[in-house]
Each structure stands twice: as C-alpha cells, then as structure tokens.
C-alpha cells in the first residue's frame, strides 16, 4: 500500500489539531456562559445573536423559502382553525406572519429583536388584519397579569396561538417555560397553541467532547461556580441560547400548564399541538 508524503501526514495532522482546538474553544465558551451567565440575561445574549440573522428577513433565503413542509401539515390538522385571530410569538422577520395573513388570518405578533422585529413590521405594513409589537415571552408572560407592554393582549381574543419556528427552545428556565404557556392558556384560553422545539435523546452519548464538559465542569464548581446547570441546556453562536427537551419535560408542562397533547412530532424538527384541558 503506497504511503502517503509527508506534507500530507502533515497536513492531517494540523487538521486534527485545529478540530481539537476548535472544539475545545466551543466548550469552553459554552461551559463559562452556564457557569457566570445570570440566567436572566440568557434571553439577551440570545436576542443579540439573531441580529445576524439577515436570511430571516424578507428577501433572505429562509424567509423566501416560505413554511417548511411540516408547518403547512400542521396548520392543515383539523385541531387548527382555517380563519379567526391568531397570536405570534416570536415573529422572527415575518416569516410565518406572511403565511398566515395570506392564508386570510388575522394576525398579532410580537418579537424582541429589533432587527427582526423591522422586517416583520414590513410585511405587516399596508396588510389589513396585522398588528406586529416589539416585545418578549417576558412580555407576554407579564401580559397574563394585566402588566408590560403586552397587557392590552387581556383585552383581545384568539382562536389560535402559534410560537414562531423553535422559539419556545431559546426558554431555557422552568419558570419561563412554564410561565410562557400558563399566559397563553390564560389569554387564549380557548384556543389551541403549536410550538416547536430542539430534543435530546434520553441518554446522553458518552464522547471525548462530553468527558471535556464532565471535567471542566468539575473544575468551575471547584473555583466556586455555584449554579446547577439544566441537563437540556446548549449555546450556538447564531441562535444563542437553547434548552432540549425530552418528552417527559414536554408533557409534564403541558399539564402542569392545563393543557393536553393532541398531536406530537418528533420527527423532522419537533413540534406540538396542545388544546386546553377540560379541567
């Protein structure tokens, strides 16, 4: 067997090394932001890196491309309303929003990124029927109590409640989890509410890069780290923070939030249907 030049064993090697180093800085990165990151300002970090998101935009490839096979089959599921008022959470740049109104919904939106909260201002801009409000899952959770800039949301009816495309993901506490459904069964509460989310199997695979975190996590307790962090919880550059969920964690909020789970996805990106409980 011909053996391979040195320049090219060479060339593997750097290879190798800059995976490591590449992989390395990422947990790094990942394990500092979970150990001395307030968990409240999660949501800002977050909100910050979709400011890059230029394709979430109208004329962006995201936007352009329209819903994604499995939000057309599931606004098509006899569950959802084929007319009436619709609340958005988390808009993005307008994407679902411009599904919607063409599809002759009425439509309330909000979202907290400046940048994305301007392109779905456009294409809400001369439509009849929308309404579009810069503001947060905070925001809405707070609107359940009549408070923040939401709070008219308790003087308005809907038929539908949609949270924009892996939103409820960027949640990464049990209070806001929670506290984000509570308000919309409170709101709405008749109406049935879809979300989408990132999953993490049931067992976490045992890797090099998950012996890595085991060891440095071991070492910011010791330097004084005092803060559990969530099994689910994750960090990517452009989409800030993430919390996976596991199907357990997915029904126990629903009926901790006084919903039931009508229909339940798993796999192209995962998503739920949940009507109000009776009790």
């Known amino acids: 067997m011909p053996t391979l030049p040195l320049w090219a064993r060479a060339l593997r090697g750097i290879d190798r090394l800059a995976w490591y180093a590449y992989h390395a800085h990422e947990i790094t990165r990942d394990e500092l932001f979970f150990a001395w990151l307030r968990p409240e300002l999660r949501s800002e970090a977050t909100?910050?890196?979709?400011?890059?998101?230029?394709?979430?935009?109208?004329?962006?490839?995201?936007?352009?491309g329209g819903l994604f096979g499995w939000e057309q089959t599931l606004l098509e599921r006899?569950?959802?309303?084929?007319?009436?008022?619709?609340?958005?959470?988390?808009?993005?740049?307008?994407?679902?929003?411009?599904?919607l109104l063409d599809r002759g919904f009425e439509v309330t939106a909000f979202e907290p990124n400046p940048v994305l909260f301007d392109g779905a201002r456009r294409v809400a801009a001369g439509r009849g029927g929308a309404r579009v409000e810069q503001a947060s899952y905070a925001d809405l959770i707070a609107?359940?109590?009549?408070?923040?800039?939401?709070?008219?949301?308790?003087?308005?009816?809907f038929d539908y409640v949609l949270f924009g495309w892996g939103s409820f993901t960027h949640l990464t506490q049990l209070d806001l989890q929670l506290g984000a459904?509570?308000?919309v069964r409170t709101l709405a509460p008749q109406a049935p509410l879809s979300l989408s989310?990132?999953?993490?199997?049931a067992q976490q695979p045992d890797s090099r890069s998950a012996r890595m975190r085991g060891l440095l996590r071991s070492a910011l307790r010791?330097?004084?780290?005092?803060?559990?962090?969530?099994?689910?919880?994750?960090?990517?550059y452009g989409g800030g923070f993430v919390y996976s969920f596991t199907h357990e964690e997915v029904s126990s909020l629903a009926s901790l939030a006084g919903y039931q789970i009508e229909f339940?996805?798993?796999?192209?990106?995962?998503?739920?249907v949940l009507l109000p409980s009776a009790t």
């Open 143 to 157: 609107a359940a109590r009549g408070v923040g800039p939401l709070a008219w949301l308790a003087k308005e009816s």
């Open 222 to 236: 010791r330097a004084g780290n005092p803060r559990p962090i969530e099994p689910g919880l994750g960090y990517d």
């Open 78 to 99: 006899p569950s959802i309303p084929r007319s009436g008022r619709v609340l958005l959470a988390a808009a993005g740049g307008g994407r679902e929003l411009k599904a």
């Open 47 to 64: 909100v910050a890196a979709y400011s890059e998101m230029r394709t979430y935009l109208p004329g962006g490839t995201t936007f352009e």
């Open 197 to 201: 989310f990132f999953m993490r199997p």
């Open 264 to 272: 339940f996805d798993e796999k192209i990106f995962p998503h739920v």
């Open 181 to 183: 459904l509570r308000a």
